[in-house]
């Protein structure tokens, strides 16, 4: 009896392998576990949905049925493994047990959260996936005005888009600027002060004290005292790599769990990539990169043993308000930040000590020199 290959986590890690392994090979049996609904849908559609008018089922591009069908797989939705036995080859599934040929680990991130005082953390909302998505639009239903907690990419962008949706928007966060580590200081100043114009007002240095019914709405209060009247909270904090079930099966974890370039982990016959992945010690929660560990796993779940490589690797930010490109410089890189520009139009870009460029940060009309900066740089993961 042949045992299958298993996917565990049905988000893009998990489905574009399970695509590209496909292409390879049509005859292994294909099995993919997820503890959601299993619909595929693209998550950084997540924080445009309002400006797009998407529900959740707007944004849904196929049913696990259909999935199943198209990738001649059996798909387990709503199904969450327990543990894993790597000597065995075997997961636990509660108490259902599966033995497999290979195991990918497409886990994802969780969100963060920060414990809140107040008797409302009922109406702290966070959306990391399709149905908290759902949730959260379902809650917003009739409602006005949103507390975001956190300032970094994806806070922004919800920012930006729940404006653009008509909701009003509050952002606490502890830092002094937006995206801090991840973009220059003046590029942070353009991105909240376009922000601003449209309306979002930014209390940082300050995290959410506590949080009280008020009438039909909420309270919050500030750590500095102050005090913000909101219909929900949405709380943007940050996510954290899953790295749990491998760290208890006994692989080897850091920040991510950690994979070589075959994206192989500490046991042989178990993978991991996607979010949860921290591969050759980089751990990226962006799409460009889990789509280049796709095409490599599945030649090497092929049989074909082929070692991930990533060139520069821009973000593109989706705040229509301040058009924002960014390539951070790796982080053990010397050299200096050069700053031209002013108010909404930033060019930051980072020279090493033999002037190479190797990050930058572009804002407004700037980011038009995205691609013969993305030409200098160098590769991430050569
Ligand atoms: C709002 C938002 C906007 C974003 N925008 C961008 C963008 O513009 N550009 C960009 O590059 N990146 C963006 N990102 C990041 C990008 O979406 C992620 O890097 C990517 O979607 C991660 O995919 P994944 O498959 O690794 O994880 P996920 O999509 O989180 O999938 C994890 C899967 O694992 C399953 N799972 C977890 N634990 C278990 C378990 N124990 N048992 C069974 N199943 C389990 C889950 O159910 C899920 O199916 C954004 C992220 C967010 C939240």
Same mark, same amino acid.
């Given at each position: 009896?042949?045992?299958?290959?298993?996917?565990?986590?049905?988000?893009?890690?998990?489905?574009?392998?399970?695509?590209?392994?496909?292409?390879?090979?049509?005859?292994?049996?294909?099995?993919?576990?997820?503890?959601?609904?299993?619909?595929?849908?693209?998550?950084?559609?997540?924080?445009?949905?309002?400006?797009?008018?998407?529900?959740?089922?707007?944004?849904?591009?196929?049913?696990?049925?259909?999935?199943?069908?198209?990738?001649?797989?059996?798909?387990?939705?709503?199904?969450?493994?327990?543990?894993?036995?790597?000597?065995?080859?075997?997961?636990?599934?509660?108490?259902?047990?599966?033995?497999?040929?290979?195991?990918?680990?497409?886990?994802?991130?969780?969100?963060?959260?920060?414990?809140?005082?107040?008797?409302?953390?009922?109406?702290?909302?966070?959306?990391?996936?399709?149905?908290?998505?759902?949730?959260?639009?379902?809650?917003?239903?009739?409602?006005?005005?949103?507390?975001?907690?956190?300032?970094?990419?994806?806070?922004?962008?919800?920012?930006?888009?729940?404006?653009?949706?008509?909701?009003?928007?509050?952002?606490?966060?502890?830092?002094?600027?937006?995206?801090?580590?991840?973009?220059?200081?003046?590029?942070?100043?353009?991105?909240?002060?376009?922000?601003?114009?449209?309306?979002?007002?930014?209390?940082?240095?300050?995290?959410?004290?506590?949080?009280?019914?008020?009438?039909?709405?909420?309270? *919050? #209060? /500030? !750590?500095?005292?102050?005090? %913000?009247?909101? =219909?929900?909270? $949405?709380?943007?904090?940050?996510?954290?790599?899953?790295?749990?079930?491998?760290?208890? *099966? #006994? /692989? !080897?974890?850091?920040?991510? %769990?950690?994979? =070589?370039?075959? $994206?192989?982990?500490?046991?042989?016959?178990?993978?991991?990539?996607?979010?949860?992945?921290?591969?050759?010690?980089?751990?990226?929660?962006?799409?460009?990169?889990?789509?280049?560990?796709?095409?490599?796993?599945?030649?090497?779940?092929?049989?074909?043993?082929?070692?991930?490589?990533?060139?520069?690797?821009?973000?593109?930010?989706?705040?229509?308000?301040?058009?924002?490109?960014?390539?951070?410089?790796?982080?053990?890189?010397?050299?200096?930040?050069?700053?031209?520009?002013?108010?909404?139009?930033?060019?930051?870009?980072?020279?090493?000590?033999?002037?190479?460029?190797?990050?930058?940060?572009?804002?407004?009309?700037?980011?038009?020199?995205?691609?013969?900066?993305?030409?200098?740089?160098?590769?991430?993961?050569?």
């Amino acid at each position: 009896m042949t045992h299958p290959l298993v996917i565990v986590g049905t988000g893009l890690a998990g489905y574009n392998l399970a695509r590209e392994f496909r292409k390879l090979d049509s005859q292994t049996p294909l099995v993919l576990i997820t503890a959601d609904d299993g619909r595929s849908y693209s998550k950084p559609m997540l924080s445009t949905g309002f400006s797009k008018n998407k529900d959740a089922d707007g944004l849904s591009m196929a049913e696990p049925g259909q999935m199943a069908e198209q990738l001649n797989a059996e798909i387990h939705t709503h199904t969450r493994i327990t543990s894993i036995e790597p000597e065995l080859n075997r997961l636990w599934m509660g108490d259902v047990c599966l033995t497999y040929r290979d195991l990918v680990l497409a886990l994802g991130a969780e969100v963060i959260r920060l414990p809140i005082a107040g008797e409302a953390t009922d109406r702290v909302f966070s959306v990391n996936d399709l149905e908290d998505y759902a949730r959260f639009r379902e809650a917003l239903e009739g409602k006005q005005k949103v507390l975001l907690l956190g300032a970094g990419l994806i806070g922004c962008e919800f920012a930006n888009d729940l404006m653009l949706g008509g909701y009003q928007v509050e952002l606490v966060a502890p830092s002094d600027q937006v995206m801090p580590g991840l973009i220059h200081p003046a590029a942070a100043a353009a991105v909240q002060g376009a922000l601003e114009k449209m309306g979002a007002r930014f209390h940082l240095g300050r995290v959410l004290a506590s949080l009280k019914k008020d009438g039909a709405g909420l309270e *919050a #209060e /500030l !750590s500095d005292g102050s005090r %913000i009247a909101c =219909d929900l909270v $949405l709380s943007a904090v940050g996510l954290r790599p899953r790295i749990e079930l491998a760290a208890h *099966a #006994e /692989l !080897s974890v850091n920040r991510g %769990i950690v994979v =070589d370039r075959l $994206l192989k982990t500490s046991h042989n016959n178990i993978y991991a990539l996607g979010d949860c992945a921290e591969v050759d010690g980089i751990n990226l929660l962006y799409v460009m990169p889990l789509m280049a560990c796709v095409r490599a796993l599945a030649q090497t779940l092929s049989g074909n043993n082929t070692e991930v490589k990533y060139g520069p690797m821009p973000v593109t930010v989706k705040t229509p308000a301040c058009p924002l490109v960014v390539a951070m410089p790796a982080a053990n890189a010397e050299g200096n930040w050069r700053v031209e520009g002013q108010d909404a139009d930033i060019k930051a870009v980072f020279h090493g000590l033999d002037e190479a460029v190797l990050g930058y940060v572009l804002t407004g009309t700037c980011v038009l020199e995205k691609a013969a900066l993305n030409r200098q740089l160098p590769a991430v993961l050569a």
